[in-house]
């Protein structure tokens, strides 16, 4: 049968069987109707598909092509009935198995022409509605573009009229049926559907100019095909190489702000459309779209509406929560992640000049935006852990964008103050949270249920207890808040607020030691005894026993004098914190080979010490207690560290401008040869010289470096290879010891609420020299006969506020309060207050009780007497023996 009907094609046309579709129902044979004859054909078709007949089967479309529709490469229909035929066809079988044996170079020609047919027949194909008629194309289109490697094919052989023909036609089609898209019909194409439709849009579509429209329907295929691949990952290297997300960004330029957004649901949206499904990108997509093309420069004028004259509250309502994954979410999202990619190894001064996508004042108009919104997004849905995906990583893309923001305006000013980045809402809710933070190092009880609620006659509680129950919840919800606000974006709490609440969490531990922290206990009774000669040794050995309970406990410590006598006094805090201070004056001593200085005076940990100096790694972790001991029992010490150093104890990759804080000449250097215009000439290699016991050596940045040339192309991974060895690599074994030894004492999470800025603070005080005079008379209580107007005390004050170089106000205070610098929070923090008390005497020099922050002062005739006696005493540095 199929024999006759494929001679009968090759007949004159009242032969030709085929031919029989183009007549009038009058005009055909007797007992012969069209519906018949299609009925015949379309079984003809099954039965040759179902066998896997696809030669026979391709024979007889072909047959039916030239019966049917006039020669190509146009393949017109020569009438109405042509294209419902093949539509028919189509619809109830599966013609489209016969393509992927013709992808290939020898049978893409045939492709093409069997393309068209059925192009042709999904454009006669015709419903009860328009709507109807144009779902059924797309269904067909998406199957008849599952064959793989379809377009590659006809792409190739494009010069060809027939080829360029049937790709112009795929991308008609596509364009009409874009508007009826479901998620209910992916089902019925493939993975291969992506592939297809993203190379004709690449390679046919964007080289011919196409417009608006057209793009917008080819994306949102794209969009709706990407939902095909599931775990499939392979279809989607098609839409990430960077060549395809160049030409694209390319093609569209600044293009309509629907455009735009259909490249932003393309990569960022959820792949079946909904705020459940996963949503992050691919890293190579971040960075093609950060430094290939201008989106970011783009997007940002599409919320300039988001941003001016609205409230926190407005904006997030416009974004639509929960779900958060409408327009302005989906392009608010990709902005921050796209310019956050760009932030990072942009130079500081690049940021602040032309290889910026955003001028300064648009800097400064979105600074205030994003904190406020991103405020309000973290108070208002504090538990991540209910957030829906498209919800968190918005939020997630917020708050980066934010702390990147924030930490290249602590390296040179972006907004006018600090006090710019504070919310003040901020204090409002640490007001209404409770007095003790769950830092997250500890578990929340659960209450036992053994009271319960009482109720009343109608079943409803009592007022009080309802208002109790309201405030609890309400003080819960506000602790919720400020973890949230304090793991995500701290620096809109003021510093002293941050502090006070990790004051707040250390004094709640304590008290849970109370049996072995008080006055009584077993820890306040055991003393260490120090040897002033060997503060080091004994030191080391007074720690080395001690386990994180311990360590938490009271130290008291027994200073042992050079002669071998025991020094008189009693340490109630003072002596232990004298014996810190010294301590660390030793050690931090770049001298004693641990630590090194910059230009500054800021100190990190030398690189060579591992290998120069005796159990260096145990030095480190005993320095870390010591360091985390002193911040636990909430006084300060002197030595100041680099930010560098404190970034890695923070957890924090240092960035390639952080290298100026530790090496000012060789930051120069590196900004000098990003400039120059010759790379080549100057003989680098991806190598650098590092000093081993003493004996120079290059160190490879890459496998095989030393042999590797820095050119041009590239020389920005060189640069940031020899900032991250510079700045992270170089001495992490010496911080990560360091930092082992900090938290068997507090928690590093506990600190995390703090930038490196504000540990050195915590750790060491104020940089600048002296303290505020003003503030400790404020602070002071007088007692032995001593008041505000004995002459004595006008002295004192004015030796202090006008005589005194920083450095003999620092003796002063270590004299009086065994530390240099004065309390983190000011002198009305001090614990117990300063106090000055009266010695009825006119010669003795004065002497102290640091464990009560107090000042025994004679009772001077004149105030060079005064000056005088208390220079020597602070000067002497003698302890309780001076008399």
Same mark, same amino acid.
């Given at each position: ?129 328009? *709507? #109807? ?5 797309? !269904?067909? +289109?998406?199957? =008849?573009?599952? $064959?793989?490697? /379809?377009? @590659?094919? &006809? ?120 705020? *459940? #499904? ?5 890293? !190579?997509? +971040?960075?093609? =779209?950060?430094? $290939?093309?201008? /989106?970011? @420069?783009? &997007? ?584």
């Amino acid at each position: 049968m199929l024999e006759l009907v494929l001679f009968s094609g090759t007949a004159a046309d009242n032969c030709n069987f085929l031919r029989i579709f183009l007549m009038d129902e009058s005009s055909m044979p007797k007992d012969a109707t069209r519906t018949g004859c299609l009925s015949l054909l379309e079984n003809f078709f099954s039965a040759l598909l179902t066998s896997s007949r696809d030669a026979d089967a391709l024979k007889l479309l072909k047959s039916l092509q030239q019966a049917l529709f006039s020669p190509g490469p146009d393949y017109k229909p020569l009438d109405a009935m042509s294209g419902a035929v093949v539509a028919r066809l189509l619809r109830r079988t599966n013609l489209f198995q016969v393509l992927p044996a013709l992808c290939h170079p020898g049978g893409i020609l045939q492709a093409a022409d069997v393309v068209l047919l059925m192009t042709s027949g999904l454009e006669a194909i015709s419903c009860d509605t328009v *709507e #109807a008629s144009l779902r059924s194309r797309q !269904e067909l +289109l998406a199957m =008849l573009l599952s $064959a793989s490697n /379809l377009v @590659e094919s &006809l792409c190739e052989a494009g010069s060809h009229p027939t080829a360029a023909q049937c790709l112009a036609r795929l991308c008609c089609l596509l364009v009409h049926t874009a508007g009826v898209l479901s998620p209910t019909d992916q089902e019925r194409s493939s993975p291969a559907t992506l592939v297809n439709i993203a190379t004709l849009l690449e390679r046919f579509a964007l080289r011919r100019e196409a417009d608006p429209a057209e793009l917008l329907a080819l994306l949102s295929w794209l969009s709706w095909s990407k939902a095909l691949c599931g775990d499939d990952t392979q279809p989607l290297l098609r839409l990430h190489r960077a060549s395809f997300v160049r030409t694209l960004l390319a093609a569209i330029g600044r293009a309509r702000d629907d455009v735009l957004l259909a490249v932003c649901r393309l990569y960022f949206a959820p792949s079946n459309g909904s705020a *459940e #499904a996963e949503v992050d990108p691919p890293l !190579e997509v +971040l960075q093609t =779209l950060a430094f $290939a093309t201008p /989106l970011a @420069e783009w &997007l940002y004028p599409t919320f300039g509406g988001l941003m001016r004259n609205r409230s926190s509250e407005a904006i997030f309502e416009a974004l639509q929560p929960p779900q958060l994954a409408n327009a302005e979410a989906i392009r608010l999202r990709v902005f921050c992640c796209v310019y956050a990619v760009q932030l990072q190894p942009m130079y500081d001064y690049e940021f602040f000049g032309d290889a910026n996508p955003l001028r300064p004042e648009e800097v400064r108009e979105l600074l205030p935006f994003l904190n406020r919104l991103a405020y309000h997004f973290v108070t208002s849905m504090p538990d991540q852990a209910t957030l829906l995906p498209a919800a968190k990583a918005l939020r997630t893309s917020l708050t980066s964008l934010i702390n990147l923001l924030y930490q290249r305006h602590q390296r040179r000013a972006i907004l006018d103050n600090d006090a710019a980045w504070i919310i003040p809402q901020s204090r409002a809710l640490l007001r209404r949270a409770p007095l003790v933070l769950n830092l997250g190092t500890t578990e929340e009880a659960v209450p036992e249920d053994d009271d319960p609620m009482e109720v009343d006659e109608d079943g409803r509680a009592p007022e009080a207890q309802r208002a109790a129950a309201s405030a609890t919840s309400s003080q819960a919800s506000a602790e919720k808040a400020l973890q949230a606000v304090l793991s995500e974006m701290p620096h809109v709490l003021p510093f002293e607020d941050r502090v006070s609440i990790l004051h707040n969490a250390i004094l709640a531990d304590q008290e849970q030691r109370r049996a072995f922290r008080g006055p009584w206990g077993l820890s306040a009774l055991d003393k260490r005894q120090i040897r002033r000669n060997f503060l080091v040794e004994d030191g080391i050995a007074a720690f080395e026993g001690l386990d994180e309970n311990a360590l938490r406990d009271t130290f008291r410590v027994e200073f042992i004098a050079p002669d071998g006598s025991v020094e008189s006094g009693v340490d109630g805090g003072g002596l232990f914190k004298e014996f810190m201070i010294h301590i660390c004056r030793e050690m931090f001593d770049p001298e004693f080979g641990l630590f090194t200085a910059t230009s500054d005076h800021a100190l990190y940990p030398s690189p060579s010490s591992l290998t120069q100096v005796s159990h260096a790694a145990d030095l480190y972790i005993f320095l870390g207690k010591v360091v985390g001991k002193a911040i636990y029992e909430m006084f300060l010490l002197e030595p100041q560290f680099s930010r560098v150093f404190l970034n890695r104890l923070l957890g924090r990759i240092n960035e390639v401008d952080d290298i100026a804080s530790l090496d000012r000449e060789l930051h120069r250097n590196m900004l000098q040869i990003k400039e120059c215009s010759d790379v080549e000439a100057l003989g680098i290699t991806f190598s650098i010289s590092v000093t081993e016991k003493g004996v120079n050596k290059d160190l490879d940045l890459i496998p095989n470096g030393s042999n590797t040339p820095v050119t041009r192309e590239n020389l920005t991974r060189y640069l940031h290879l020899m900032a991250n060895y510079r700045t992270n690599i170089q001495f992490q074994r010496q911080t990560s010891a360091f930092l082992s030894g900090l938290q068997k004492v507090i928690p590093v999470t506990w600190l995390k609420m703090f930038d490196p800025y504000e540990l050195n603070t915590l750790i060491s005080g104020s940089t600048a020299g002296g303290f505020d005079v003003r503030d400790l008379r404020e602070n002071t209580v007088l007692s032995g006969g001593y008041q505000d107007d004995s002459p004595c005390i006008q002295w004192l004050w004015q030796l202090l506020q006008e005589d005194l170089e920083p450095e003999d106000l620092g003796r002063f205070l270590m004299f009086t309060t065994s530390c240099s610098r004065a309390p983190l929070l000011g002198f009305k923090n001090l614990n117990p207050k300063f106090c000055v008390h009266r010695v009825p005497d006119h010669d003795r020099l004065p002497t102290s009780a640091t464990c009560a922050n107090l000042l025994k002062l004679p009772d001077y005739v004149n105030y060079h007497t005064l000056k005088a006696k208390v220079l020597q005493a602070i000067r002497a540095e003698a302890g309780f023996d001076l008399s």
